[in-house]
């Protein structure tokens, strides 16, 4: 779809913790090691982040997640003072500087705003007020203001695109009453808005 071959990539290393996605619960004996656990979702094909070049790639996309805010980053552990894993904020300042188009779904905005806060970029992870429940993470747009972020309320069909910094992020599943159809709306405006800036 939108004319774009796509290549998958994920740390090699040892992720936060193992959820039980059915139960909700931690599984206290169970380890994974990041790429190990993304090679499922890719259906095996997926390559180490330390082998991405940028210069081989027009764009690059980091779907969210709750793994985004434990293991690409910690936000998830301590929202007033996060940091990025070194290696995904390595490849994501090479993007930035070869100006190649970069897009952030659900969470992972977060990410783009600690790295680029201080440039005042423009993201969205949906609106900035509860409005009864559906958006439950709505303060977190305080946390990335707070970085210099310019938060621009969009809802979960849509994208938002920071034309200077050729950030494109959605807000997906921060959406909480959001549909699965209307998530995949808003990526798939994500990635056409990102293929043409590419």
């Not at 997640?65 to 390595?90: H, Q, R």
Request: with cysteine; proline share 4%; net charge negative.
């Amino acid at each position: 779809r939108n004319g774009a071959n796509i290549s998958m990539f994920a740390p090699n290393t040892d992720q936060f913790h193992v959820i039980d996605h059915h139960s909700g619960l931690i599984d206290e004996c169970q380890g994974r090691n990041m790429m190990i656990e993304a090679a499922r979702i890719a259906r095996g094909n997926i390559s180490a982040l330390s082998e991405l070049d940028p210069e081989n790639f027009d764009a690059i996309i980091f779907p969210g997640g709750a793994g985004v805010g434990k293991n690409l980053c910690n936000f998830a552990l301590n929202n007033d003072n996060y940091v990025v894993l070194p290696e995904v904020e390595k490849i994501i300042r090479a993007f930035h500087a070869a100006k190649k188009p970069m897009g952030f779904v659900c969470i992972a905005p977060v990410i783009a705003a600690k790295i680029f806060g201080e440039l005042r970029c423009e993201l969205t992870i949906g609106q900035d007020t509860v409005q009864d429940g559906r958006w439950p993470l709505a303060s977190t747009t305080k946390t990335l203001e707070n970085l210099g972020v310019v938060h621009i309320n969009k809802d979960v069909t849509e994208a938002h695109v920071d034309e200077k910094n050729r950030i494109v992020t959605t807000p997906a599943f921060m959406c909480g009453t959001a549909k699965y159809h209307e998530v995949f709306d808003g990526i798939a405006e994500l990635v056409k808005m990102v293929v043409q800036l590419a």
